[in-house]
Each structure stands twice: as C-alpha cells, then as structure tokens.
C-alpha cells in the first residue's frame, strides 16, 4: 500500500492557462474523489468515480473543470482557462466500495497558484 | 443530505490540558463521522470514523470520540495535550449507504501551548 499519489505537488500558472493535475489511488480501491480546498476552509467535493464511471459532480466544478478516469485506475483534472479563483490545494482520495471498510484515503494534495 | 458543524475555529490549550474539539451533525439517515487531522501543507489523514458499531471510538495518538445520537455530537478528546498536536482538524460525515461520498466542516486549529 503506497498511498494515494498525486502530481505535482505545486504549480504555478498564469492566468488563461490549462492545467492537468494526475492522482494515483490505492490499488485496488474502485472509488476515487477529488477534492477543493481553499485558505480557512474545508476541504469541498468536486467529483467522484466508481472505477471509470464518473457518478456525480459539484456544481463546483465549472464547464472549465473536467475530470477523468479512463481504465478506471489513475484520474486525471483538467482546468481550462485558469482564473485566480482556481488558486487552491486540489486533493485526490480514494477508497474501497463496501461500507464498513469505506474509509476516504487522502493524498499529499496538488497546489495550484494562479497568478 | 449530510452536514457537520465545528465549534471554535481556533482552540488553544496547554501542553498537557484537555483537549476537546466539538462537532455535531446532521444527516437524513445514519451517518458515518470522521475526524481527519491536516498539518500544514499536507493531505488529510484520518484520526478516527465512527461507523454504527462501538460508540466511544478510539483513534491514532492517543485521541478519541464519542457518537452521541441524541445531541447529534462527535466530539474529538484527547486526556493530555502534546505539542505535536497542534494541526487543523476536520470533522466529516456521510451517509451509511450509497457510496458515502465525505461532506467536512470548516474546520478547527488547534494551538498548543508550552
């Protein structure tokens, strides 16, 4: 078990442009989120996948926000058009399908500075 | 739908002190209660979960919470404050079916004092 991985830890962009931040989750965990969290806040759900069906997004995440996960392993974000507002530590987590064992395994968190 | 509130956004207390962190919920339906702790510049690693089984939960580094139903309360304790504590700590809950996706509150720090 290595955790859940995400890349890169920082990145600073300057407005307008795209960003793509990549996680890793815990293998063989079939459930992956992906999280916002701002300065003083908690972390705020964005998306969630069940393998490589994405079953349910925040109206957090804008048209320019697109997440994916395509063999159902690694997931990948995708901001568009980058505005100050998406300055923010964007988490992925992860975690098994039954109940009792559904404990959210976060990773280090990707920063992202929009200047 | 699922919510949590912390009480105090910032709590200080002496290396050795009590610490007490409060939270309450409130979900449609049984829920599952979280404490995660976040020190800075990191992820979230969790402390704790309550998941309908015991009602005093015991976690990671000596901390532990009691689910009481009928305050609707998950309050975070710890006997003796360390100076390694000090962290920001998320209280979170979700519902006990479905794919229980996790909804945190704002958020609490906590400050030790030598």
């Known amino acids: 078990d290595t955790g859940v991985s995400q890349d890169p830890r920082h990145k600073i962009t300057k407005r307008g442009q795209n960003v793509t931040f990549r996680c890793d989750p815990i293998s063989e965990h079939n459930r992956l989120y992906w999280y916002r969290q701002t300065l003083g806040q908690g972390p705020e759900f964005l998306t969630y996948?069940?393998?490589?069906?994405?079953?349910?997004k925040s109206r957090l995440l804008s048209d320019r926000f697109s997440a994916e996960r395509p063999k159902g392993s690694f997931s990948t974000l995708e901001i568009q058009r980058t505005e100050q507002g998406d300055s923010a530590m964007y988490l992925c987590?992860?975690?098994?399908?039954?109940?009792?064992?559904?404990?959210?395994?976060f990773g280090e968190g990707s920063w992202l500075t929009v200047v | 739908a699922q919510s949590v509130t912390q009480l105090g956004s910032h709590v200080s207390v002496s290396e050795g002190a009590l610490v007490l962190l409060r939270c309450n919920y409130s979900?449609?339906?049984?829920?599952?209660l979280f404490w995660y702790v976040q020190y800075p510049n990191q992820g979230l690693q969790l402390l704790l979960k309550y998941t309908s089984a015991a009602t005093l939960v015991k976690g990671i580094n000596g901390f532990e919470a009691e689910f009481k139903k009928s305050e609707t309360s998950f309050h975070l304790t710890k006997p003796s404050a360390h100076m390694s504590d000090a962290a920001e700590y998320f209280c979170?809950?979700?519902?006990?079916?479905?794919?229980?996706?996790?909804?945190f509150g704002i958020g609490t720090k906590l400050q030790v004092i030598p």
């Open positions: 979170a809950v979700s519902a006990s079916g479905g794919y229980q996706k996790v909804t």
């Open positions: 979900s449609s339906v049984p829920p599952y």
């Open positions: 996948f069940q393998n490589e069906a994405q079953l349910e």
């Open positions: 987590a992860s975690s098994t399908g039954t109940p009792e064992k559904n404990t959210i395994y």
